[in-house]
């Protein structure tokens, strides 16, 4: 059984290259009591890992430099020695970048591939559309008819939270990267989509938004926040979920903002899905049932291969993705994927 693992070997200055990540062969797993092995079948990249990947204090941990970058992912287990897992079961969890693992069986969660492909548990019905569910419903709490503007719009949460906003009777505007993901993002139900590679975005959001804004749902920051905060409504809502247009960036300095929260009486909360961790299964509940009525819907950008995730984590950087950036590693054995 070959095993490989990818690891960090060194901490990015700017933009993550190939000179940060190795790949490289991995001790076969032992097996104790209590735990399970399970081989790699998805992976997740996304932003937030860029974060990780730095020194110092954040709301999670850094990656250890010579350790495996992890995060989630869905695994077969395909060895257990845990009552609470058996040969066959597919769970989701988060895992190291390694093909082959041993894990506790507390570590994750069993997913039932009867219900949908099991995809769907690491963006719709895992931490994409509950980062979508309780970055717009609990801070933003849209009413019908207000304007809600979502950056970042066909990406993973963006285009999850453009959906829950027209469930929510909002009128939305979207902004996105490419006349392809502009038309995405108005087959998900945007009022307005704006290119910000072929527009100017500031004259843009003028005219889309002619009654100004009462929601800002935030995933990427930079200069399309910036042209977002002199149309704030009056006690308008930002849900600040992302930055990912600085992650790279050593000095990033904007315009200042405080002035338009002021005059708006704005209120901005930045948050991880984390902070609702007690309430994932209302999140659940809720996006599960839309999935099921119709009303969301998503899309996946799968790349194959173990030995292409660092190229799929580097493209999230550059736009190349649509809706939720995947690596396939492995076919599960029992299940159809």
Known sequence: MKN????????????????????????????????????????????????RMNE??????????????????VAEVIESQ?????VGDIVTGSLPWREYTAIAAESVRKIDPALGPVTTSLHILGMTGLTAYFGLMDIGRPQEGETVVVSGAA????????????IAGARVVGIAGSEEKVQLVKQLGADEVINYQTEDVSSALAEAC????????????????????PLLNKFARIVQCGAISS????????????????????????????????????????LSKWLQEG????EETITEGFENIPQAFF???????????????????????
Do not use: C, W
């Open 247 to 286: 992650y790279n960036k050593k000095d990033d300095q904007g315009p200042r903002i405080q002035h338009y929260l002021i005059k708006s009486s704005a209120l901005i909360k930045g948050f991880t899905v984390g902070d609702y961790r007690e309430r994932y299964p209302e999140g659940l509940q809720h």
């Open 4 to 51: 490989r693992e990818i690891l960090l070997v060194k901490r990015p200055d700017g933009e993550p290259t190939d000179e940060h990540l190795s790949i490289e062969e991995a001790a076969i797993p032992a097996l104790s009591d209590g735990e399970a092995i399970v081989r790699l079948l998805y992976v997740s990249v996304d932003p937030y890992m860029r974060g």
């Open 210 to 229: 002619p009654n100004g804004v009462d929601i800002y749902f935030d995933n990427v920051g930079g200069d399309i926040s910036d042209a977002v905060y």
């Open 295 to 298: 009303k969301l819907t998503y």
């Open 315 to 337: 493209g999230l950087f550059t736009g190349e993705n649509i809706g939720k950036q995947l690596v396939k590693v492995n076919e599960p054995s029992r299940f159809g994927s």
């Open 155 to 166: 990406g993973a949460v963006g285009s999850t939270v453009v959906q829950i906003a027209t």
């Open 56 to 73: 110092g204090k954040s709301y999670v941990e850094p990656f250890q430099l010579n350790q495996p970058m992890e995060g989630g992912a």
């Open 82 to 86: 845990s009552d609470k897992l058996q």
